[in-house]
C-alpha cells in the first residue's frame, strides 16, 4: 500500500506519516509513505504544484490524504473548490482519497467546530472518508487535560499529539484498529515517539470512536 500525504506542518510534525507507516507495519501492512508538504500552504496551492500533479498522476499511490491549511482556512465553499482539481487527478489515477480534518489551536472549541463542520461537509459533497482528528483531539483536551497533545506554540501538534493524527489516519485510510498499537515508535533504534502504555490507550480509544 503506497499513500501520499499532501499538506502542511499539521502533517510533517514529528515526521507523523512514519508513525501512520509503523502502525500499518505492526498490523501486517507493508505501507509505503511519500509527503509533499510546506508550512502554511493550502490545497488551492497545492492544486497548482507541478511536484503534487506529477506525483498523482504518476506515483503509483494507492492513497492520498489531503489536510487544509488551519492558521488561513479559507472557509467551506472554497476548500470544497480547491479540492476539486486535486481529486479529478486521484479519480483519473485511481487513487483513493481521504480527508484530514485539522485540530483547532487549544481552547478554541467554537474553531475546531467551525473545521469539522467544513470538513464533514466537503465529505458528504465528494463522498469521501473523514479522519475526525480534529473531533478526537477535543474529545481527549476534554476528557483528559493532562495530556498535553499541543506543541509549544499550543497550534501544532506535541509527539502525542502526532500519534494520536497518525492513529485516526491509520484508522480511515487503512480500516486499521487502533486499541492496541505500539506506545513506541523507533527509528534507527531512537524514539520518534514514546508514550506510556495508560496514555496511549487514552489516545488509542479516541481514534477509534
Known sequence: MKVLFVGNSH????DMPYIFQQFCRARGIDAEVVMLTRGGESLAGHGKSEQVRFNLLYGGYDHVVLQE?????????A??????????????AHI????Y??????????????????CR??????????????EAFAAVAREHPALDLYHTDRRHASPAGSYLIALCLAKTVAGIDPLGLPCRIEFQGEPVVALS????????????R
Open 11 to 14: 502533517t510533517y510534525f514529528h
Open 79 to 92: 476548500y470544497i473548490r480547491s479540492l476539486e482539481p486535486l481529486l479529478a487527478l486521484a479519480r483519473r
Open 96 to 99: 483513493s482519497a481521504a480527508l
Open 121 to 134: 461537509a466537503a465529505g458528504d459533497h465528494f463522498q469521501l472518508p473523514v479522519a475526525a482528528v480534529g
Open 101 to 118: 480534518m485539522n485540530f483547532a489551536p487549544e481552547g478554541q472549541p467554537q474553531r475546531q467546530a467551525m473545521l469539522a463542520q467544513a
Open 69 to 77: 491549511v488551519e492558521s488561513e482556512f479559507p472557509g467551506e465553499a
Open 197 to 208: 502504555e495508560a496514555d496511549a490507550r487514552i489516545l488509542q480509544q479516541a481514534a477509534a
